[in-house]
């Protein structure tokens, strides 16, 4: 699999998670202390470093200390799931969805689902006619 095709799939991967998640925020909008979440983006410096280079882009890696912690920062809930950092407001009940923030992340997600799916299919277009057997 080429490293284009890869980094694809890994896109993909990501953007099926992420809709997940964003999905149960919208389900959880009204459940009293529910705190949205979103989910990291994958890790593309494998990709920079291909083809024999000796590039290599390191992502930053910050912990929370037991003193941030403390004083409120907030640690991810594992698997790639974080808590959402885009929430500018928590209702009474402790909630802090927001319909509309969540609803423009779904629009954004479908909109990079369809630009990887357009790479995708030019890609195999591309090998396809490589190939010599491109039907165009």
Do not use: C, W
Request: proline share 3%; aromatic share 4%.
């Amino acid at each position: 699999m080429t490293d284009l095709m890869a980094g694809a799939a890994q896109q993909m991967h990501f953007l099926a998670a992420r809709q997940r998640v964003v999905a149960q925020n919208i389900a959880n909008s009204e459940t009293p202390g529910f705190k949205a979440q979103d989910v990291t983006a994958p890790d593309f410096s494998d990709l920079v470093g291909a083809g024999g280079s000796s590039t290599r882009v390191a992502a930053p890696r910050v912990a929370a200390t037991a003193a941030m912690v403390a004083l409120g920062a907030r640690t991810g809930v594992g698997g790639g799931v974080v808590a959402d950092p885009d929430t500018f407001e928590t209702k009474a009940d402790g909630n802090n969805v927001t319909l509309e923030d969540q609803l423009l992340k779904m629009g954004q997600i479908q909109a990079d689902f369809a630009a990887v799916t357009n790479i995708y299919r030019k890609q195999q277009a591309l090998l396809q006619t490589a190939l010599g057997k491109h039907g165009g």
